[in-house]
């Protein structure tokens, strides 16, 4: 993110929410920050065969948009409510130009979650390549008012039952090693702990390194860990 991108996105957290809550979120930005560079990576085999059968309930509805002319103007505004929208709609034009699928999740017809995905390849540099057949989930968040209700377990068994009968690979997803609400979500779905990964930018090249099993149990006890409420966006929409 450039300095002018951050320096809007704060101008408009300030203007909506004031400076004490702006000075909290920039605390909780420091935090982060120093445990930035350490990722907890997930993977799932796309295999119908051991892949659990979802039943979505009625109250629930999936749906897959391929374009930005697919997403309703009211979805769009609660997707990027928490940031500048002029920035979001950007990076969101650049996710459906590049292949990108967004996968939202009503409940009640009111929107309550989503996630994106991409086939063959990734967003941003990755920390290892990926196949033609496998695919990148990433930017799942489902809505403070809708949690506790296995949102991220029907949507994710949902995609990944999806892309299998499209003939898809395996699945990665990773999180910040600080965000234990995501982490444990993922523990309710078919993905296993792939490892924890170290990423660095050196003279312009991306570098990762592997944690080894003893240390990534030392280095997750010392990640802060926070209320997802707190993480009210994950995403750089």
Not at 53 to 79: A, C, F
Not at 217 to 225: I, M, R, V
């Amino acid at each position: 993110m450039s300095i002018s991108d951050a320096t809007l996105r704060i101008a408009d957290y300030y203007k909506r929410y004031g400076f004490a809550a702006t000075l909290r979120r920039g605390q909780i930005a420091l935090n982060r920050s120093i445990f930035a560079a350490r990722m907890v990576v997930f993977y799932c085999d796309m295999d119908e065969r051991s892949l659990p059968k979802i039943k979505v309930p009625d109250s629930l509805k999936i749906k897959r948009l391929r374009t930005l002319g697919e997403v309703s103007q009211n979805h769009l505004q609660q997707i990027t409510a928490f940031w500048t929208p002029k920035l979001a709609n950007q990076k969101i034009l650049e996710r459906f130009n590049n292949g990108a699928t967004l996968w939202l999740v009503e409940f009640e017809e009111r929107l309550a979650g989503y996630g994106w995905t991409l086939r063959g390849t990734t967003i941003a540099e990755y920390y290892f390549p990926m196949g033609p057949a496998d695919v990148q989930l990433f930017d799942f968040y489902v809505f403070p008012e809708f949690r506790g209700r296995a949102l991220h377990w029907f949507l994710t068994g949902y995609i990944l039952r999806t892309l299998a009968v499209e003939g898809g690979a395996r699945a990665y997803a990773d999180t910040h090693e600080w965000n234990q609400a995501q982490i444990a979500s993922f523990k309710m779905t078919p993905f296993r702990r792939l490892g924890v990964v170290r990423t660095y930018q050196f003279f312009g090249h991306h570098l990762t390194r592997w944690v080894a099993p003893e240390q990534e149990k030392k280095e997750l006890k010392s990640a802060p860990q926070e209320d997802e409420t707190l993480n009210a966006r994950r995403s750089n929409a």
